[in-house]
């Protein structure tokens, strides 16, 4: 995906005159991926906001509850595979729909239908980010979902790197992994080191 972003900015110039769409529709989200992402990729399936069942599957959180954010296999995201088998699920978040979009989230699913497509394991998060606050003038920039402290990205309630019944989708494990561990899975040690307690380790294989 990074070799990918720099032959698109190459082609369209910094990411931060690109065009993200409107915020929370599908065809933003397809529109997005067939011009930045689907031509420097090698793409296998290309299925747009189709929601057939040859064209989405379930993801489930880290607790094995179904992951329903945003009603994520609607048509307001966008779908494509590439040839060595990652699926790519893609959607534009900001304000109200038809609003400008702020953030591009894509799910990318390491293994595509494999098992066992769990957010944290083989599903990650990433996004491009409009900047805010005081980085408000900077540019745009490829980041992952998550908190500002690897403790933050374990106890968050809705999106944390965790097991629990009610909580722990997931999600802010891939900040985990890239941001405070240098593209490597934490060790146990690291997990508890940072706050987690034992059992809600994520990545028991």
Same mark, same amino acid.
């Given at each position: 995906m990074s070799n990918s972003l720099y032959l698109a900015v190459a082609?369209?110039? =910094?990411?931060?005159?690109?065009?993200?769409?409107?915020a929370n529709t599908g065809s933003s989200a397809q529109n997005f991926a067939e011009k930045y992402i689907i031509p420097y990729? /090698?793409?296998? /399936?290309?299925? +747009?906001?189709?929601?057939?069942?040859?064209?989405i599957y379930d993801i489930y959180q880290l607790n094995g509850e179904k992951f329903d954010y945003?009603?994520?296999n609607n048509e307001d995201f966008a779908r494509f595979y590439l040839v060595n088998g990652t699926a790519i699920t893609l959607s534009v978040v900001g304000g109200m729909t038809g609003s400008n979009a702020s953030q591009i989230q894509l799910f990318i699913d390491t293994n595509g239908w494999k098992k066992p497509n769990k957010l944290g394991v083989d599903v990650q998060v990433l996004m491009f980010n409009k =900047?805010? +606050?005081?980085? /408000?003038?900077?540019? &745009?920039?490829f980041s992952f979902m998550g908190t500002g402290s690897p403790e933050g990205n374990i106890s968050d309630n809705k999106f944390g790197c965790k097991h629990t019944t009610t909580h722990g989708s997931g999600v802010y494990c891939t900040s985990l992994?890239?941001? &405070?561990?240098? %593209? /490597?899975?934490?060790?146990? !040690? !690291?997990?508890?080191?940072?706050?987690?307690? =034992?059992?809600? &380790? =994520? %990545?028991?294989?």
């Open positions: 082609d369209h110039g =910094p990411i931060l005159t690109w065009d993200f769409g409107f990729t /090698k793409t296998a /399936k290309i299925c +747009g906001t189709s929601t057939s069942s040859d064209c945003g009603f994520f =900047p805010s +606050g005081i980085n /408000k003038k900077s540019n &745009y920039r992994i890239t941001v &405070y561990n240098g %593209w /490597k899975i934490p060790t146990k !040690q !690291q997990y508890v080191d940072w706050g987690g307690a =034992p059992e809600e &380790y =994520p %990545w028991n294989f």
